[in-house]
């Protein structure tokens, strides 16, 4: 007989258990779905937040007064890449970086930069040299965002925020 009670409380337990868990599925899982969607669209709106600091074209929104540039002063003439019609062709021109003074990229490497000013001369002719002339005259902006590419990657830094072209004549 008691081998029955235990087994009808056990019956008893599973099937209360049962009910039990069904109740809570029913209740906890849509507070779930409603506290998930809740989450999403916090996200979305700190997304927002982050990219109302940039532009259009992707690049980060800095006011004037917190970009420094820097001139270089020496001309590049710089042998463009063969591009198939025989004839050797240069680009002519000077370079000013803006720099991003609220980096930590800036006040390490920036506020010196005229120290590595032939190592960045180098890497400006590596980059402009693999553009041939018809990629660099039609498509300035990608020889731009190149070079800023590289510097980016030679200070391991992205405290330089552009890099433009002074006086540039292609021939």
């Given at each position: 007989?008691?081998k029955?009670?235990?087994?009808?409380?056990i019956l008893?337990?599973?099937?209360?258990?049962?009910?039990?868990?069904?109740?809570m599925?029913?209740?906890?899982?849509?507070?779930?779905?409603?506290?998930?969607?809740?989450?999403t669209?916090?996200?979305?709106?700190?997304?927002?937040?982050?990219e109302a600091?940039?532009?259009?074209?992707?690049?980060?929104?800095?006011?004037?007064?917190q970009?420094?540039?820097?001139?270089?002063a020496?001309?590049f003439?710089v042998?463009?890449?063969?591009?198939g019609?025989?004839?050797d062709?240069?680009?002519?021109?000077?370079v000013?970086?803006?720099?991003?003074?609220?980096?930590?990229?800036?006040?390490?490497?920036?506020?010196?930069?005229?120290?590595?000013?032939?190592?960045?001369?180098?890497?400006?002719?590596?980059?402009?040299?693999?553009f041939?002339?018809?990629e660099?005259?039609?498509?300035?902006?990608?020889?731009?965002?190149?070079?800023?590419?590289?510097?980016?990657?030679?200070?391991?830094?992205?405290?330089?925020?552009?890099?433009?072209?002074r006086?540039?004549?292609f021939?």
């Amino acid at each position: 007989m008691k081998k029955n009670i235990f087994s009808i409380l056990i019956l008893a337990f599973v099937i209360v258990n049962l009910v039990l868990t069904t109740i809570m599925m029913f209740s906890i899982v849509p507070m779930a779905k409603k506290t998930n969607a809740l989450i999403t669209q916090i996200c979305s709106v700190l997304d927002l937040e982050l990219e109302a600091n940039k532009s259009a074209d992707g690049e980060e929104n800095i006011s004037i007064d917190q970009i420094a540039t820097y001139d270089i002063a020496d001309k590049f003439t710089v042998n463009l890449k063969k591009d198939g019609d025989g004839k050797d062709h240069f680009a002519v021109f000077s370079v000013t970086l803006s720099m991003d003074t609220k980096n930590e990229g800036y006040k390490t490497y920036g506020e010196k930069i005229s120290e590595k000013e032939s190592l960045i001369k180098s890497e400006i002719n590596d980059v402009v040299s693999s553009f041939t002339l018809e990629e660099a005259q039609s498509d300035r902006e990608a020889l731009q965002e190149a070079l800023k590419q590289r510097m980016i990657k030679m200070f391991d830094s992205d405290f330089i925020i552009k890099v433009a072209f002074r006086d540039i004549v292609f021939q």
